[in-house]
Protein backbone atom coordinates (compact mmCIF):
# COMPACT_ATOMS: atom_id res chain seq x y z
CA UNK A 1 0.00 0.00 0.00
CA UNK A 2 1.57 3.40 -0.89
CA UNK A 3 1.59 5.81 2.10
CA UNK A 4 -0.19 8.50 -0.29
CA UNK A 5 -2.32 7.83 -2.75
CA UNK A 6 -4.79 9.77 -5.23
CA UNK A 7 -6.60 8.73 -8.33
CA UNK A 8 -4.01 9.53 -11.68
CA UNK A 9 -6.92 10.98 -13.34
CA UNK A 10 -7.81 12.93 -15.84
CA UNK A 11 -10.58 14.18 -13.70
CA UNK A 12 -13.14 16.34 -16.26
CA UNK A 13 -15.38 18.31 -15.14
CA UNK A 14 -17.45 21.33 -16.64
CA UNK A 15 -16.69 25.02 -16.20
CA UNK A 16 -18.39 26.61 -13.39
CA UNK A 17 -18.75 22.49 -12.06
CA UNK A 18 -17.76 21.53 -8.23
CA UNK A 19 -14.28 19.20 -9.27
CA UNK A 20 -14.15 16.78 -6.17
CA UNK A 21 -9.92 15.83 -6.15
CA UNK A 22 -9.19 13.18 -3.37
CA UNK A 23 -5.96 11.62 -1.31
CA UNK A 24 -6.03 9.13 1.11
CA UNK A 25 -3.28 7.90 3.53
CA UNK A 26 -1.14 5.22 5.20
CA UNK A 27 0.26 7.10 8.42
CA UNK A 28 -2.49 7.60 11.33
CA UNK A 29 0.06 9.11 13.15
CA UNK A 30 0.38 12.10 10.53
CA UNK A 31 0.00 15.53 11.15
CA UNK A 32 -0.18 17.87 8.84
CA UNK A 33 -1.64 17.66 4.94
CA UNK A 34 -0.90 19.94 2.00
CA UNK A 35 -2.30 20.24 -1.64
CA UNK A 36 0.10 21.89 -4.16
CA UNK A 37 -0.90 22.65 -8.32
CA UNK A 38 1.40 21.59 -10.64
CA UNK A 39 1.02 23.00 -14.05
CA UNK A 40 2.56 21.19 -17.25
CA UNK A 41 6.20 21.68 -16.90
CA UNK A 42 6.10 23.94 -14.53
CA UNK A 43 6.65 23.96 -10.68
CA UNK A 44 4.37 23.09 -7.97
CA UNK A 45 2.91 26.27 -5.66
CA UNK A 46 0.73 25.62 -2.58
CA UNK A 47 -3.03 26.04 -2.44
CA UNK A 48 -3.81 24.88 0.87
CA UNK A 49 -2.68 22.97 4.08
CA UNK A 50 -4.71 21.57 6.60
CA UNK A 51 -3.91 20.30 10.42
CA UNK A 52 -7.44 19.68 12.07
CA UNK A 53 -10.66 17.28 10.91
CA UNK A 54 -13.12 19.49 9.14
CA UNK A 55 -13.40 21.97 6.26
CA UNK A 56 -10.90 25.27 5.54
CA UNK A 57 -11.99 27.51 2.89
CA UNK A 58 -9.69 29.72 0.89
CA UNK A 59 -11.66 31.65 -1.40
CA UNK A 60 -12.60 28.95 -4.09
CA UNK A 61 -10.71 25.90 -2.36
CA UNK A 62 -11.79 23.64 0.58
CA UNK A 63 -9.54 21.36 1.54
CA UNK A 64 -11.60 18.46 4.28
CA UNK A 65 -9.56 16.94 6.50
CA UNK A 66 -10.85 12.76 8.16
CA UNK A 67 -8.54 11.58 10.27
CA UNK A 68 -10.46 8.80 11.16
CA UNK A 69 -11.00 7.73 7.53
CA UNK A 70 -7.38 8.81 6.72
CA UNK A 71 -8.44 11.09 3.95
CA UNK A 72 -7.74 14.88 2.37
CA UNK A 73 -10.17 15.98 0.04
CA UNK A 74 -9.75 19.59 -2.00
CA UNK A 75 -12.98 20.82 -3.18
CA UNK A 76 -12.74 23.92 -6.33
CA UNK A 77 -15.97 25.67 -6.92
CA UNK A 78 -16.56 27.20 -9.69
CA UNK A 79 -14.26 25.57 -11.55
CA UNK A 80 -12.30 27.39 -14.61
CA UNK A 81 -10.15 26.25 -17.45
CA UNK A 82 -7.36 28.16 -15.77
CA UNK A 83 -7.44 25.13 -13.17
CA UNK A 84 -6.85 22.71 -15.14
CA UNK A 85 -3.47 21.16 -14.10
CA UNK A 86 -2.23 18.50 -11.33
CA UNK A 87 -3.19 18.96 -8.38
CA UNK A 88 -0.41 16.91 -5.67
CA UNK A 89 -1.19 15.77 -2.42
CA UNK A 90 1.19 15.65 0.79
CA UNK A 91 1.23 14.38 3.62
CA UNK A 92 3.68 15.21 6.94
CA UNK A 93 4.28 11.80 8.54
CA UNK A 94 3.91 11.30 12.33
CA UNK A 95 6.88 10.60 14.62
CA UNK A 96 10.50 10.94 14.46
CA UNK A 97 10.76 10.81 10.87
CA UNK A 98 8.76 13.63 9.91
CA UNK A 99 8.85 13.59 6.26
CA UNK A 100 6.57 14.79 3.67
CA UNK A 101 5.41 12.22 1.08
CA UNK A 102 3.86 13.22 -2.14
CA UNK A 103 1.22 11.06 -3.90
CA UNK A 104 1.49 11.22 -7.76
CA UNK A 105 -1.15 13.60 -8.37
CA UNK A 106 -4.32 13.84 -10.13
CA UNK A 107 -5.12 15.37 -13.74
CA UNK A 108 -7.95 17.91 -13.26
CA UNK A 109 -9.15 19.00 -17.02
CA UNK A 110 -12.06 22.04 -16.64
CA UNK A 111 -13.95 21.97 -20.29
CA UNK A 112 -14.98 25.30 -20.82
CA UNK B 1 11.30 39.39 -5.25
CA UNK B 2 12.35 36.77 -3.05
CA UNK B 3 12.15 33.69 -4.83
CA UNK B 4 14.25 30.35 -5.43
CA UNK B 5 16.36 30.73 -8.76
CA UNK B 6 17.63 26.75 -10.25
CA UNK B 7 20.17 26.82 -13.46
CA UNK B 8 20.07 25.49 -15.77
CA UNK B 9 16.10 25.36 -16.90
CA UNK B 10 17.75 22.50 -19.49
CA UNK B 11 20.33 20.35 -19.38
CA UNK B 12 21.82 17.53 -21.71
CA UNK B 13 24.06 14.97 -20.26
CA UNK B 14 26.09 12.56 -22.00
CA UNK B 15 26.64 8.89 -20.14
CA UNK B 16 29.62 8.94 -17.77
CA UNK B 17 29.79 12.88 -17.23
CA UNK B 18 29.25 14.85 -13.19
CA UNK B 19 26.69 17.73 -14.05
CA UNK B 20 25.56 19.97 -11.51
CA UNK B 21 22.29 22.31 -10.85
CA UNK B 22 22.51 25.20 -9.34
CA UNK B 23 19.74 26.64 -6.58
CA UNK B 24 19.94 29.65 -5.01
CA UNK B 25 17.19 31.50 -2.95
CA UNK B 26 17.06 34.76 -1.14
CA UNK B 27 14.08 33.81 1.53
CA UNK B 28 15.99 33.51 3.91
CA UNK B 29 15.07 30.26 4.54
CA UNK B 30 17.04 27.73 6.84
CA UNK B 31 16.06 24.56 5.07
CA UNK B 32 16.39 23.39 1.36
CA UNK B 33 15.68 20.30 -0.39
CA UNK B 34 16.08 18.32 -3.66
CA UNK B 35 13.18 16.64 -5.10
CA UNK B 36 13.00 14.00 -8.01
CA UNK B 37 9.97 13.89 -10.54
CA UNK B 38 9.85 11.51 -12.65
CA UNK B 39 6.41 11.12 -14.74
CA UNK B 40 3.52 9.21 -13.11
CA UNK B 41 5.46 9.62 -9.76
CA UNK B 42 5.56 11.64 -7.08
CA UNK B 43 8.03 13.62 -5.98
CA UNK B 44 11.00 11.87 -4.03
CA UNK B 45 13.36 13.54 -2.00
CA UNK B 46 17.28 13.30 -2.67
CA UNK B 47 18.73 15.48 -0.36
CA UNK B 48 18.08 17.77 2.46
CA UNK B 49 19.75 20.63 4.58
CA UNK B 50 18.05 21.96 7.62
CA UNK B 51 21.49 24.25 8.47
CA UNK B 52 24.72 25.51 6.48
CA UNK B 53 27.10 22.95 6.35
CA UNK B 54 24.72 20.36 7.05
CA UNK B 55 22.51 17.54 5.13
CA UNK B 56 20.97 14.53 5.24
CA UNK B 57 19.94 11.91 2.66
CA UNK B 58 16.71 11.46 1.38
CA UNK B 59 15.10 8.49 -0.05
CA UNK B 60 16.94 8.32 -3.66
CA UNK B 61 20.50 9.58 -2.76
CA UNK B 62 22.34 7.31 -4.29
CA UNK B 63 24.16 8.93 -7.37
CA UNK B 64 23.78 12.32 -6.04
CA UNK B 65 25.59 15.10 -4.19
CA UNK B 66 25.32 18.24 -2.16
CA UNK B 67 26.44 20.89 -0.25
CA UNK B 68 25.28 23.42 1.88
CA UNK B 69 27.98 26.21 2.43
CA UNK B 70 26.25 29.07 2.33
CA UNK B 71 22.26 29.36 3.23
CA UNK B 72 21.83 30.87 0.29
CA UNK B 73 23.22 28.13 -1.57
CA UNK B 74 22.40 24.43 -2.21
CA UNK B 75 24.02 22.86 -5.28
CA UNK B 76 22.92 19.07 -6.22
CA UNK B 77 25.87 17.10 -8.38
CA UNK B 78 24.42 14.54 -10.31
CA UNK B 79 27.37 11.73 -11.10
CA UNK B 80 27.74 9.48 -13.36
CA UNK B 81 26.79 6.63 -10.80
CA UNK B 82 23.16 7.58 -10.84
CA UNK B 83 22.02 5.16 -13.20
CA UNK B 84 19.11 6.37 -14.63
CA UNK B 85 19.35 9.97 -13.97
CA UNK B 86 16.96 11.86 -16.57
CA UNK B 87 14.36 14.25 -14.66
CA UNK B 88 12.55 16.79 -13.68
CA UNK B 89 14.57 18.30 -10.13
CA UNK B 90 13.15 20.47 -8.37
CA UNK B 91 14.59 22.51 -5.38
CA UNK B 92 12.62 23.88 -2.63
CA UNK B 93 13.06 25.71 0.80
CA UNK B 94 11.14 25.98 3.70
CA UNK B 95 11.34 28.54 6.96
CA UNK B 96 11.47 25.32 9.26
CA UNK B 97 12.54 21.31 9.12
CA UNK B 98 11.41 18.91 6.79
CA UNK B 99 7.93 18.72 6.38
CA UNK B 100 7.00 20.95 9.35
CA UNK B 101 6.53 23.92 7.01
CA UNK B 102 5.27 25.19 3.59
CA UNK B 103 8.03 24.52 0.53
CA UNK B 104 8.33 26.89 -1.96
CA UNK B 105 9.68 25.80 -4.93
CA UNK B 106 12.08 26.70 -7.63
CA UNK B 107 11.23 26.76 -11.64
CA UNK B 108 12.90 23.08 -11.88
CA UNK B 109 15.77 21.99 -14.13
CA UNK B 110 15.54 19.26 -16.94
CA UNK B 111 17.94 16.85 -17.18
CA UNK B 112 18.04 14.57 -20.59
CA UNK B 113 21.23 12.12 -20.89
CA UNK B 114 21.90 11.11 -24.21
Known amino acids: QKEVEQNSGPLSVPEGAIASLNCTYS??????FFWYRQYSGKSPELIMF????GDKEDGRFTAQLNKASQYVSLLIRDSQPSDSATYLCAVRLGGATNKLIFGTGTLLAVQP | DGGITQSPKYLFRKEGQNVTLSCEQN?????MYWYRQDPGQGLRLIYY???????QKGDIAEGYSVSREKKESFPLTVTSAQKNPTAFYLC?????????????FGAGSRLTVL
Open chain 2, 49 to 55: SQIVNDF
Open chain 2, 27 to 31: LNHDA
Open chain 1, 50 to 53: IYSN
Open chain 2, 92 to 104: ASSIGTLGANVLT
Open chain 1, 27 to 32: DRGSQS
